[in-house]
């Protein structure tokens, strides 16, 4: 996980400093992707510049920044308690990690559209 965020950073320099930025995990397996991009946001210097309380700052990354779904309970399930199981303290309660299955929303070409439907908050 760690080469593949490295590569995206090559590729978008600057992405995880920018407190506007969005991160989706469309299929998510196991919540690694997602606790990687949380880790490098959280991180930044611009984000802890932005965001001084530590706590603020985990609060503005999953309400507003990192998004993931996971297509069946159980992973959701396995998912969720990773990427949030050290929030015991810490109080994330508004965070877009849901479950659903988006592979025939890709098939179909409506991916678009149904992550509208599901991230509507």
């Known amino acids: 996980m760690k080469k593949m965020v490295d590569l995206l950073e090559q590729e978008n320099p600057?992405?995880?400093?920018?407190?506007?930025?969005?991160?989706?995990?469309?299929?998510?397996?196991?919540?690694?992707?997602?606790?990687?991009?949380?880790?490098?946001?959280?991180?930044?210097?611009?984000?802890?510049?932005?965001?001084?309380?530590?706590?603020a700052r985990l609060e503005h990354i999953f309400a507003k920044q990192?998004?993931?779904?996971?297509?069946?309970?159980?992973i959701y399930r396995i998912a969720i308690s990773y990427i949030l199981g050290f929030t015991k303290g810490h109080g994330?309660?508004?965070?877009h990690i849901r479950q659903a299955d988006t592979l025939e929303f890709a098939k179909a070409g409506t991916m678009e559209r149904e992550l509208d439907k599901i991230f509507r908050d």
């Open 92 to 95: 994330i309660t508004a965070h």
């Open 66 to 74: 990192v998004y993931g779904l996971a297509p069946t309970e159980i």
């Open 14 to 55: 600057g992405c995880f400093d920018d407190p506007g930025k969005t991160f989706l995990d469309p299929y998510m397996k196991s919540g690694l992707y997602i606790t990687e991009i949380v880790k490098r946001l959280y991180r930044s210097e611009k984000m802890r510049q932005a965001f001084p309380d530590d706590n």
